[in-house]
């Protein structure tokens, strides 16, 4: 099972670092102008480092014999390559909904990434882990609303004339991923293993345990 999601965990950053370079050795080409291609390529990269960094960051405080949470590390880095492949593909320019649409799809793995991390803090209950969850994904929307307004839309006068309606739409998405990610960590990947060190123990199912 571990070896086949570092299988996966590693096609996916290759992929994500070719796409990176698609970018920038034709930085001309049409579906990459007005994206903010330079951020993309400024901060996309940190999605395949992070996990890594924070694992060996808490390595002293996991316990010993935990496994590398692999299921985490490519839900992190997933909405990134999807959205870069989107790019890559003119997707964003040449099909009307692919943006709403991402919205939803890519804020699932990323609210998933944390839900599976905070399902392992003790004495939280099912509902309290989705809860947490979603609020992740509402609060870190926002977040990227802010720094894509940033990035290519305050000077861009035709993003700019439908920022609100575009921002509106990109919320309500965002939100059902993230209420769809928080519900699937609660319910059918709450006992999974390769997350996090392993799956919950019983003893951490979320119900009370008779003492």
Known sequence: MNRRLLT???????ALVLLLLHAVAFPDLP?????????????????SILVPLV????????????????????????PFLIDTAGNAAGFYDEIQWWDDVMHFVTWVPWVMAFGLAVRRRPNLRRFDVAAITIGFG?????VWELLEYVAFIRDNPNEYE???SDTMGD????????????VLVATVLWGLSGAAGGARSPGQSGSPQPS
């Open 8 to 14: 996966i965990d590693l096609v996916l950053k290759a």
């Open 31 to 47: 579906q990459y102008q007005g994206k903010g291609i330079g951020w993309r390529l400024l901060l996309y990269p940190v999605s």
């Open 55 to 78: 694992w060996l960051a808490m390595r002293g405080r996991v316990a010993r014999g935990s496994a590398y949470p692999y299921l985490i590390d490519i839900c992190v880095g997933l």
């Open 138 to 142: 509402a609060a870190t929307h926002i």
């Open 162 to 164: 439908t920022a609100y």
């Open 171 to 182: 919320l309500t998405m965002s939100l059902l991923g993230s209420i769809t990610g928080g």
